[in-house]
Structure formats: C-alpha cells, structure tokens
C-alpha cells in the first residue's frame, strides 16, 4: 500500500500565505504525478495543480501566478506553495498521486486524507 502523509493546512487571512506538503510512503517503485485536488462543500473534487517526475506543471486557470506546485523525487513529497490567498480557496486539499508499486504492473492513483485550508475575508 501506498501512504500519503499530508500537513501545513490551517487558517489565515486573505492576502497571506500557507505551504502544504504530502510526504508519499510505502513499497512505491516510481511516482508519475504528484499534485493537489480541492473540495469545497457542495462541490466537486478539483484540480489546484499538478507534476510530473519531470517536472512539467499543470495550474487550474484560478490560481495560475498565486500557487506554485513543486516536488523532491529524492523524498517522495509534494509541496504547493499558496499565497494572495482569496476566500475562494477555502476547501479541503488533497494530496494525489500516480504512483507505481514494487511488483507491480501498473500505476495507481493514491489520495491523501485531506487537509482544511480556511481563508477569512
């Protein structure tokens, strides 16, 4: 099995800033893309952002020049990087992966059990 370890969530004002970081654990032979969903209540699960091993990104159009998603392949982790947050960004964020296990053929999709980011006005 594969453990995403998530922290960093928490309240803050608009304006200011938080970093999130997802540690990846367990019998993992390769990560593909690593990122972070969001949900708010009464919404669906959205993309924030996206990385690839390689290090291409991928940015959902409302916080493009706001969030900035990064990774060390060396420590399995994620990191997004969120500032001038905005009310709008209050939900649940959580961490993705698509990670290869040892002796496995394929890659899986694997989520964090989520982290509340609450921004006040």
């Known amino acids: 099995q594969v453990q995403l370890v998530e922290s960093g969530g928490g309240l803050v004002q608009a304006g200011g800033s938080l970093r999130l970081s997802c540690a990846a654990a367990?019998?993992?032979?390769?990560?593909?893309?690593m990122g972070w969903y969001r949900q708010a209540p009464g919404n669906q699960r959205d993309l924030v952002a996206t990385?690839?091993?390689?290090?291409?990104?991928n940015y959902a159009d409302s916080v493009k020049g706001r969030f900035t998603v990064s990774r060390d392949n060396a420590k399995n982790t994620v990191y997004l990087q969120m500032n001038n947050l905005k009310p709008e960004d209050t939900a649940v964020y959580y961490c993705y992966t698509r990670t290869r296990r040892i002796r496995a053929d394929n890659y899986w999709n694997y989520w964090g059990q989520g982290t509340q980011v609450t921004v006040s006005s």
């Open positions: 367990g019998m993992i032979l390769s990560i593909e893309t």
């Open positions: 990385i690839t091993s390689g290090g291409i990104t």
